[in-house]
Nanobody, 117 residues
Framework: QVQLVESGGGLVQVGGSLRLSCAAS????????MGWYRQGPGKERELVAT???????NYADSVKGRFTVSRDNAKNTMYLQMNSLKPEDTAIYYC???????????WGKGTLVTVSA
């Protein structure tokens, strides 16, 4: 069982920055894939960014060039640096991890990001 806890959300103005953190209950060094999803008001949950154990990243088109996903294995923590924030980035952001290819996917409870115009 893996527990994931997000933090770093809050209220920010358009054009501002935030860094989200996702702390895992154990070592993330060999996790197959980790990532961030978000769910805006009245919208379905959507992929934001992923990061594989090999360091490959993938981003939604809407955040490319503005968001960066990274992780610190020593701290068992994944990050999402969000720059040039827009009102449409307002959402609950969820951390997810899939330790093995065929294993279960785990989710955090989310952290709210609100971007004010």
């Amino acid at each position: 069982q893996v527990q994931l806890v997000e933090s770093g959300g809050g209220l920010v103005q358009v054009g501002g920055s935030l860094r989200l953190s996702c702390a895992a209950s154990g070592s993330i060094f060999s996790f197959h894939i980790m990532g961030w999803y978000r769910q805006g008001p009245g919208k379905e949950r959507e992929l934001v960014a992923t990061l594989t154990s090999g360091g490959s990243t993938n981003y939604a088109d809407s955040v490319k060039g503005r968001f960066t996903v990274s992780r610190d294995n020593a701290k068992n923590t994944m990050y999402l640096q969000m720059n040039s924030l827009k009102p449409e980035d307002t959402a609950i952001y969820y951390c997810t991890a899939k330790p093995t290819y065929y294993g279960s996917r785990y989710w955090g409870k989310g952290t709210l990001v609100t971007v004010s115009a």
